[in-house]
């Protein structure tokens, strides 16, 4: 392995962990659960992304690489709609997005 590709690797590692960091601190600062799933559906999606990238890198092109290939390109279909299936179960039970004059905030 070259210097530049694990050079490379490690910077998208890092870069998707931080990614999905920022998304759980995010999750504690959200005050509701609409934006807490919209936040929740990018960072997880795109930091998993980006790490299974890094992880491609690292790899080189071999059938494992491949094989994450696949795996990046379900999760990016399956996380946007599992989110999007979980949002419109709430809202057909009755849970109703806040607006912003009902926080208090004027």
Known sequence: ???VQ????VT???AGALL??????????LPEFYSRSHLASNTDTLGMVVIIAGLMV??????ASAKLALVALF???ANPVAIHALARAAFRIGLRPRLENERGEG
């Open 12 to 14: 998208l590692l890092i």
């Open 20 to 29: 999905m960091l920022v998304g759980s601190i995010g999750l504690l600062r």
């Open 58 to 63: 690292f790899e080189g092109w071999t059938m």
């Open 1 to 3: 392995m070259s210097a």
């Open 75 to 77: 999760a990016g279909i």
């Open 6 to 9: 694990e050079a490379l690797a």
